[in-house]
């Protein structure tokens, strides 16, 4: 990954899960945004929110990318950033949702078990995880996590993945904070 070594990747990982988009554009600075299209468009839509110098530039280029790449995610990404330019809102609601934890659930066998999205906490609940008795699906607390098997897709593919599914049920990451 040109421009990208570990702790650089970890940086931006980092922010994006913390939401900080300060932090986000600093580890973008100077760095190709091809290899981590994923993280960079969650941190350019929140560093354009709070209309950080850099961050339009830089949000235009994203899009621009996301568009050609067409990947999994990319399509859904690209309404995100794209509504945070023109200053709306993109309707999906934000879920505090670690796109990891739902590609890992995606990933799961149909033998071991239905994963669970909490909609209320973004936790995703593995097979063996109590979900507090409530139904699943159906407006419900928790929505199952349909399993596709598992792939051999690089982390920006599997975000993607995760992404796609999850603006299916009508909702977009958001960070995790404590």
Do not use: F, H, N
């Not at 993280?39 to 560093?47: C, F, I, M």
């Not at 509504?83 to 709306?88: I, K, M, T, V």
């Not at 936790?123 to 419900?140: K, M, N, R, S, Y």
């Amino acid at each position: 990954m040109t421009g990208w070594d570990e702790d650089a990747l970890a940086g931006l990982r980092a922010a994006v899960a913390r939401g900080d988009a300060r932090a986000g554009l600093a580890a973008l600075a100077g760095r190709p945004l091809g290899p981590v299209l994923q993280y960079a468009g969650d941190v350019l839509a929140a560093a354009v929110a709070e209309g950080l110098a850099g961050a339009e530039a830089a949000a235009r280029k994203c899009l621009a990318e996301l568009e050609e790449r067409g990947l999994p995610g990319d399509a859904e990404l690209a309404a995100e950033l794209a509504a945070a330019l023109d200053g709306r809102p993109s309707g999906l609601d934000a879920l505090p949702v670690d796109l990891g934890a739902v590609a890992q659930a995606l990933e799961a066998g149909p033998a071991g078990g239905l994963w669970l999205l909490d909609l209320e906490r973004g936790d995703v609940l593995a097979p063996d995880e109590p979900a507090d008795g409530e139904p699943c699906g159906g407006g419900g607390r928790y929505l199952p996590i349909p399993p596709e098997g598992p792939r051999r897709e690089a982390e920006e593919e599997r975000r993607g993945r995760a992404r796609r599914w999850l603006a299916g049920q009508g909702r977009r990451p958001a960070p995790r904070v404590l």
